[in-house]
């Protein structure tokens, strides 16, 4: 039909924490959600999955982007900006990208990720 349902789920070391709500029928959503939640001292990466939500099957992937904790310490005031979004099933062409802003807070004992999905395209 030329558009999609999108939404997002965030995983930290592919333990889904966050779902963004659905964008219903666009192929450039827009969310603007903001989420705050406790970092484990040891984690690896966070990966953000852009979904599209099908009523009559499982949900597509559309794509993902990647962050590495070595990612996130070259950027100590946080990561903000468009990513380019990468293939999840190497059969499948992804074209995309989304908009982020990625930013660990706190110390060591005590840190926390605050992240932004802001939009797609």
Same mark, same amino acid.
């Given at each position: 039909?030329?558009?999609?349902? *999108?939404? &997002?789920?965030?995983?930290?070391d592919?333990e $889904?924490?966050?779902?963004? $709500?659905?964008?219903?029928k666009?192929?450039? *959503?827009?969310?603007?959600?903001?989420y %705050?939640?406790? /970092?484990? *001292?040891?984690?690896? @990466?966070? +990966?953000?999955? =852009?979904?599209d %939500?099908?009523a009559l099957?499982?949900?597509?992937?559309?794509?993902?982007? &990647?962050?590495?904790?070595d990612?996130l310490? %070259?950027?100590?005031?946080?990561?903000s900006g468009w990513? @380019? /979004?990468?293939? =999840?099933? *190497?059969?499948?062409e =992804?074209?995309? %990208?989304?908009? /982020?802003r990625v930013?660990?807070l706190? +110390?060591?004992?005590s840190?926390r /990720?605050?992240? +932004?999905v802001l939009? $797609?395209?």
């Amino acid at each position: 039909t030329g558009s999609s349902d *999108p939404y &997002c789920i965030v995983k930290i070391d592919d333990e $889904a924490i966050i779902r963004t $709500a659905t964008v219903w029928k666009t192929l450039s *959503p827009f969310w603007g959600e903001e989420y %705050e939640v406790q /970092l484990q *001292p040891g984690f690896h @990466s966070i +990966s953000i999955y =852009v979904m599209d %939500e099908d009523a009559l099957s499982r949900d597509d992937v559309i794509g993902k982007v &990647c962050i590495t904790r070595d990612m996130l310490a %070259e950027h100590p005031k946080g990561y903000s900006g468009w990513m @380019s /979004l990468s293939e =999840v099933d *190497p059969d499948e062409e =992804v074209q995309g %990208e989304i908009h /982020l802003r990625v930013e660990v807070l706190g +110390s060591q004992g005590s840190r926390r /990720l605050r992240c +932004s999905v802001l939009e $797609a395209r």
